[in-house]
T-cell receptor
Framework: GAVVSQHPSRVICKSGTSVKIECRSLDFQATTMFWYRQFPKQSLMLMATSNEGSKATYEQGVEKDKFLINHASLTLSTLTVTSAHPEDSSFYIC??????????FGAGTRLSVL | DAKTTQPPSMDCAEGRAANLPCNHSTISGNEYVYWYRQIHSQGPQYIIHGLKNNETNEMASLIITEDRKSSTLILPHATLRDTAVYYCIVRVGNSGNTPLVFGKGTRLSVIA
């Protein structure tokens, strides 16, 4: 299947700093990517839809000024957690549509904010 | 909200078939049934999907009832590596730009 690469896989940062997470489609182009967040023992929750060349669409309750999304090319979307706080500690996962309208997921980024 | 209902957990003996049920009684005519699984601390992995016919691939088989209100994912010979949370998701199949909405899934434990 199609490959979605996510980087970094793990990040630990101090409270107040910003963290950027990259999501790349390695062997296909993705005009749309999705960002999810998963807290321990919970399911994936959609945060936002990232659209190449336009503004992202955020789900209700997700602060767009805190979670900045940039989708500047057909193979790369980035999620920046600005001024991270301990409550932002979570598992962040991206996905993109590959062949056959199948969504493929990255391996996830575990963010720990101290 | 997720449009599917799954049992929260199941056990299966290694080497036996794992049959994971999913109820989707409000499924629409243009919605497909997708199955993904998530092994601990990894991103979800696509398994299989179907509209109304039964489907089989190298990973699993998908059996959809004639009225399409429920389905069963079958792992024919479960191994310890199949221990994961399995998600059944319904979504309009030809709209790849529509996100997947995850429910709570079924936690499958394969036991040696």
């Amino acid at each position: 299947g199609a490959v979605v690469s996510q980087h970094p896989s793990r990040v630990i940062c101090k409270s107040g700093t910003s963290v950027k997470i990259e999501c790349r489609s390695l062997d296909f182009q993705a005009t749309t990517m999705f960002w999810y967040r998963q807290f321990p023992k919970q399911s994936l929750m959609l945060m936002a839809t990232s659209n190449e060349g336009s503004k992202a669409t955020y789900e209700q309750g997700v602060e767009k000024d805190k979670f900045l999304i940039n989708h500047a090319s057909l193979t790369l979307s980035t999620l920046t957690v600005t001024s991270a706080h301990p409550e932002d500690s979570s598992f962040y996962i991206c996905s993109a549509r590959g062949g056959g309208n199948i969504q493929y997921f990255g391996a996830g980024t575990r963010l720990s904010v101290l | 909200d997720a449009k599917t209902t799954q049992p929260p957990s199941m056990d299966c003996a290694e080497g036996r078939a794992a049959n994971l049920p999913c109820n989707h009684s409000t499924i629409s005519g243009n919605e497909y049934v997708y199955w993904y699984r998530q092994i601990h601390s990894q991103g979800p992995q696509y398994i299989i999907h179907g509209l109304k016919n039964n489907e089989t691939n190298e990973m699993a088989s998908l059996i959809i009832t004639e009225d399409r209100k429920s389905s069963t994912l079958i792992l024919p010979h479960a191994t310890l590596r199949d221990t994961a949370v399995y998600y059944c998701i319904v979504r309009v199949g030809n709209s790849g730009n529509t996100p997947l909405v995850f429910g709570k899934g079924t936690r499958l434990s394969v036991i040696a």
